[in-house]
């Protein structure tokens, strides 16, 4: 990940066109949900919020970020143990948008999507033990 990160602060325009590409989308996903070492979930994490910081185009990579973390929250529930880097990505990389004064377009609708969730996470909480990292 150091590399790439690397790579993509020279050639920024490269990572734009990753962070649109499915497959790279769930590596990274992957990479902070469901891979079984906390030290690589926390690399990847730190990286990526490099990547966008650094090699961002006016905002284009933090707002791809943040919508590949909106459209994946659900996937949470399922790698809860593995989710406080994912949630810590995520309130970094809305920092820095609020930092920099990055508009996101679509924030009404993720406030909305956000919502959902943590309704149904209520919702399914009252028939399952809710994982503690949730909360």
């Known amino acids: 990940m150091e590399n790439l990160t ?10 734009e066109d990753l962070l649109v590409d499915k497959e790279f989308q769930e590596f990274i996903v992957e990479m902070i949900l469901v891979c079984s ?3 690589v979930r926390q690399v990847v994490s730190d990286q ?4 966008c910081v650094k090699c961002c185009v006016a905002g284009k990579s933090v707002l791809d970020v943040i919508k590949l973390l909106f459209d994946n929250l659900h996937k949470t529930e399922d790698y809860g143990d593995n989710s406080c880097f994912f949630f810590g990505l995520l309130s970094r990389i809305l920092a820095c ?3 920099h ?5 679509n924030s009404d ?3 909305e999507q956000e919502v959902a ?3 149904s996470i209520e919702h ?3 028939f399952h033990p809710l994982n503690e990292i949730l909360l």
């Not at 004064?101 to 377009?105: L, S, Y």
């Open 6 to 15: 690397i790579c993509f602060m020279h050639q920024p325009l490269i990572l």
């Open 124 to 126: 399914h909480n009252k």
């Open 97 to 99: 948008a609020a930092h």
């Open 37 to 39: 070492s906390q030290f």
């Open 117 to 119: 969730w943590l309704k």
């Open 48 to 51: 990526l919020y490099i990547m």
């Open 101 to 105: 004064n990055i508009i996101v377009c």
């Open 109 to 111: 609708s993720l406030l």
